[in-house]
């Protein structure tokens, strides 16, 4: 079992960052692919960013090319989300997960283990 637990949400004016951090636990973290996932109010959850165990492949979805970075420390156990230029649409409940496979997947049932979610709110 892996535990998964996300922070750093919280609420920002549009144009303004947010970074997210996502720790999981276990020893093998360096194995891990890791994802992040949003889901909006009435809306399915979509993905966002990913990156391979060594941090060597990422994935984004075109909507936040050029405005998040995804990027980890494996010595923590910890993956990041550095969100810029945020928008109101990006409005939603952040959630991180974990692939075992460590790929930069960006399916979200290829992903074994979830976090709780933390919720990043972006005013107008």
């Known amino acids: 079992q892996v535990q998964v637990v996300e922070s750093g949400g919280g609420l920002v004016q549009a144009g303004g960052s947010l970074r997210l951090s996502c720790a999981a636990s276990?020893?093998?973290?360096?194995?891990?692919?890791m994802g992040w996932f949003r889901q909006a109010p009435g809306k399915e959850r979509e993905f966002v960013a990913a990156?391979?165990?060594?941090?060597?492949?990422?994935s984004y979805r075109d909507f936040v090319k050029g405005r998040f970075t995804i990027s980890r420390d494996n010595a923590k156990n910890t993956v990041f989300l550095q969100m810029n230029s945020l928008k109101p649409e990006d409005t939603a409940v952040y959630y991180c997960?974990?692939?075992?496979?460590?790929?930069?997947?960006?399916?979200?049932?290829?992903?074994?283990?979830w976090g709780q979610g933390t919720q990043v709110t972006v005013s107008s």
């Open positions: 997960a974990v692939d075992l496979q460590g790929r930069a997947v960006v399916v979200g049932r290829e992903y074994k283990y």
């Open positions: 276990g020893r093998t973290f360096s194995t891990y692919g």
């Open positions: 990156i391979s165990r060594s941090g060597g492949r990422t």
